[in-house]
């Protein structure tokens, strides 16, 4: 599973006592797979300062997730055409996910934990917001050439009665520069090719004899020419929706032609000399602010432990990797019942729902007796 808990008890001896426990336990039921999580020692500062960075740190942590999850979003996007590839682009300092979070190393020369706590929070919120600052201009960009080209796209498909003609017809099909004559573009369903080429030529007064010519076919008809004199136009657009042919309201412009196909190949080309650039930085800047995510998580273990447990600074943070999704409810059980001597009372609310805690405002599912984080690291999948 691609499924985190981070957790931390007092590193008195009795507790390290019940993290063995907790080990020998998960590890016997096949329940999880632990490691230690080492979080340096920090200047603490007052439990003031701690409480407002708790609550920095929450919204720090839902902001850094969303962030990575919408540049996850973005290589999927920018890799349309290789999506088996997009896994390979997600990684942190080289290394797949999973494997930097359970070889976590904090980051002294990038967030020095001599400095005060709130100065390592601040230089996190500040790479954060810069990161999706650009994230959103580089991918705006990219997603404006993308949205222009598809539209482009798009008039190439469909039907023949819907779709641009000017990758279909080329200046042979037509009399042009001519005062008095015109060619037109009929639809003709493919039931009645027979019947056109029968009828045609009488339509109208002055129509070109066999003039016609099939130039394009889509699953329901094809696109036929014909040239007549300009003035019957009208009534030969008449006789021949009688006759349910369709004449295509289309008039050859060489320059405007010109003009739609080089849009199309500028496009492409600036979508190519695009991807290239904007994958590698949604690819490094992914990995900074997954790496900054993780900080932000070891940040919140250490806050909450001061908080939670008191000074002196003693505690012991430990991951557990769950093996199973149908595997977590007994593991909760063993965390709550090896650690329930943090909190007997609230405790024992976690493992009997139906207690009532008067004065307790806590949602009791959400309460553990021990400070405990989540990682959910199949949200990028």
Do not use: C
Request: hydrophobic residues 40%.
């Amino acid at each position: 599973m691609s499924e985190f808990w981070l957790i931390s008890a007092p590193g008195d001896k009795e507790n390290l006592q019940a993290l063995e426990r907790m080990n020998t336990v998960t590890s016997k039921s096949n329940l999880s797979y632990n490691t230690k999580f080492a979080i340096p020692d920090f200047k603490v500062g007052t439990l003031d300062s701690l409480v407002g960075l708790s609550d920095e740190l929450g919204k720090l942590d839902t902001f850094a997730e969303s962030l990575i999850k919408k540049m996850a979003q973005s290589v999927v996007e920018v890799m349309e055409d290789a999506k088996g590839k997009v896994q390979e682009n997600l990684l942190a300092n080289g290394a797949d996910l999973t494997s930097f979070v359970t070889h976590f190393e904090w980051d002294m020369a990038k967030y020095p934990a001599k400095q005060p706590l709130v100065g390592v929070v601040d230089t996190l919120a500040k790479q954060l917001a810069q990161i999706e600052t650009d994230l959103k201009s580089r991918t705006a960009a990219f997603n404006t050439l993308k949205t222009n080209l598809e539209n482009l796209e798009k008039k190439s498909m469909g039907n023949l009665f819907t779709r641009t003609l000017s990758d279909i017809v080329s200046k042979e099909d037509f009399v042009l520069d001519s005062e008095y004559l015109i060619t037109l573009l009929v639809i003709v369903p493919k039931p009645s090719y027979t019947e056109w080429q029968k009828t045609y030529e009488s339509l109208s007064d002055m129509v070109v004899p066999r003039s016609t010519k099939l130039i394009a076919e889509d699953k329901e008809g094809g696109l036929f020419t014909v040239t007549l004199f300009r003035k019957v136009i009208d009534d030969f657009k008449t006789k021949a929706k009688e006759n349910k042919f369709t004449v295509r309201e289309f008039y050859y412009d060489e320059t405007e032609i010109k003009r739609e196909r080089e849009e199309m190949t500028r496009l492409l080309s600036d979508k190519k000399q695009q991807y290239g650039p904007l994958l590698r930085w949604l690819k490094v800047n992914f990995s900074e602010a997954f790496i900054a995510w993780i900080h932000i998580k070891a940040l919140r273990v250490f806050v909450e432990s001061v908080l939670r447990y008191g000074l002196p600074v003693n505690f012991q943070a430990v991951l557990l990797q769950p093996h199973k999704k149908s595997a977590t409810k007994r593991l909760r059980e063993v965390l709550n019942s090896v650690f329930r001597h943090l909190d007997e009372v609230a405790a024992a609310s976690v493992l009997d729902a139906s207690v009532e805690i008067p004065g307790l405002q806590l949602n009791n599912q959400d309460y553990f007796p021990y400070v405990y984080f989540h990682i959910d690291l199949s949200l990028l999948d």
